[in-house]
């Protein structure tokens, strides 16, 4: 379950309007179905069992990347609001279990990060690009934790997936600490390649799922992030997000 190291003012407003990422999808897994009918996704949702080379088949011919910054939700949707980005899951990535389900990420012991897929048109938005949106959508900052969200598994972290995405993130990085972006230096990490994981189907478009939006997470800490990126990157949002 996720710990919280925040004010006793803002600890108490949490406990009247929200409760932890962790806690509320951990209450949703019980009665959360197998696989649930496509959103805003053109393609089924993944169910137990699909892997990521499945998926990428899916998307053959475009960029992917994989990022972490803290609860997927908010980054999976933040993300998939930008113009040239063709689709954004939720997984894991990072760590050293095979196969690893939601309950064992949540131990922090594992080694994963919560973490997204994302596939992109670079004739539309490049690397750089991407990753400028993925700083906004969370605070690069924070070692370990995003807000009330604490541990390894809501690191901030990019997985480049070759050499020119691992020199496009290092500079990026650099860029951001030299010109003071951020009040402190980035937390971020660069990983070395890895297996990623695609989560459980019900964490697969949270943030659009009809049934969700007065969803106490959702409102207080994922919508913020989702509208911060609106803001900044107006002018690169998709037509149905302008």
């Known amino acids: 379950m996720k710990s919280s190291l925040i004010t006793p003012l803002l600890l108490l407003g949490l406990l009247f309007s929200s409760t932890a990422c962790d806690s509320q999808k951990t209450n949703n897994t019980a009665a959360a179905p197998e696989a649930k009918p496509a959103m805003t996704k053109g393609n089924p949702e993944p169910v137990a069992g699909i892997t990521i080379e499945e998926v990428d088949q899916r998307y053959e011919g475009y960029a992917k990347a994989y990022l ?68 906004v959508a969370h605070d690069p900052t924070q070692l370990n934790r995003q807000g009330p969200d604490v541990g390894p598994q809501y690191r901030s972290a990019i997985f480049p997936l070759n050499a ?52 106490g997470y959702v409102q207080n800490i994922s919508r913020p992030k989702v509208e911060k990126v609106m803001k900044v990157f107006k002018d690169r949002l998709k037509a149905e997000f302008r």
């Open 68 to 135: 972490a910054g803290g609860c997927f939700w908010c980054t999976e949707a933040a993300l998939d609001r930008i113009e040239g980005v063709i689709d954004v899951y939720s997984g894991y990535a990072g760590g050293q279990e095979v196969n690893p389900t939601y309950e064992e990420i949540g131990t922090g012991r594992t080694g994963h990060a919560e973490a997204i897929v994302v596939y992109y048109d670079t004739a539309v938005i490049d690397y750089a690009t991407l990753l400028d949106v993925f700083f």
């Open 164 to 215: 020119e995405q691992r020199a496009t993130a290092t500079a990026k990085i650099a860029e951001l600490n030299a010109g003071g972006t951020f009040d402190k230096p980035l937390a971020t990490t660069i990983e070395d390649p890895i297996v990623f994981y695609l989560a459980e189907a019900y964490h697969q478009d949270y943030y659009e799922d009809p049934s969700n939006p007065n969803q």
